[in-house]
């Protein structure tokens, strides 16, 4: 039984299947259900504040969106909007601290499944945040990539 679970929101399809995936799991009383949105702030710097307001306000609607879903389910939870720390920082190391601050039993999160080109320069949220990981993962792909 998953005792401390973090649900990675990105607003992307695989994300939200994540979400769904954890109603599907449902929560057993005392189980803490913490819904986290990344943002890469070093990807942001060279945008206009506004900008970047309206990405922070659109992430904070995926997580208060979730939050609903997940109360509606009668699961207990709580969400939190993060940002990366430094330059060299990652949405991945971001995330792994998140668990490891909440002591996750169990990590939920979508991965867009790219491959070849795409993935060396995009890299990989999901497959940097599995190599670090000290607790059970949960990966869910977009229906159009099953």
């Not at 659109?58 to 109360?71: F, G, Y």
């Amino acid at each position: 039984m998953y005792r401390n679970i973090l649900v990675a929101l990105d607003g992307s399809e695989s994300s939200q299947r994540a979400l769904d995936e954890v109603l599907r799991i449902g929560a057993s009383p005392g189980t803490c259900v913490r819904l986290v949105h990344v943002s890469d702030t070093s990807a942001l710097a060279s945008y206009p504040v506004h900008y970047r307001r309206q990405v922070q306000g659109a992430a904070q609607r995926v997580l208060n969106a979730a939050q609903e879903r997940l109360r509606e389910a009668g699961i207990a939870c709580d969400s939190k909007l993060e940002e990366t720390r430094t330059p060299d920082d990652s949405i991945a190391l971001t995330l792994q601290r998140c668990a490891e601050h909440m002591h996750a039993d169990l990590v939920v999160m979508g991965t867009h499944g790219r491959g070849g080109l795409t993935r060396l320069v995009l890299g990989s949220v999901a497959e940097a945040f599995l190599r670090r990981s000290t607790c059970a993962v949960l990966l869910m792909r977009s229906a159009s990539q099953t």
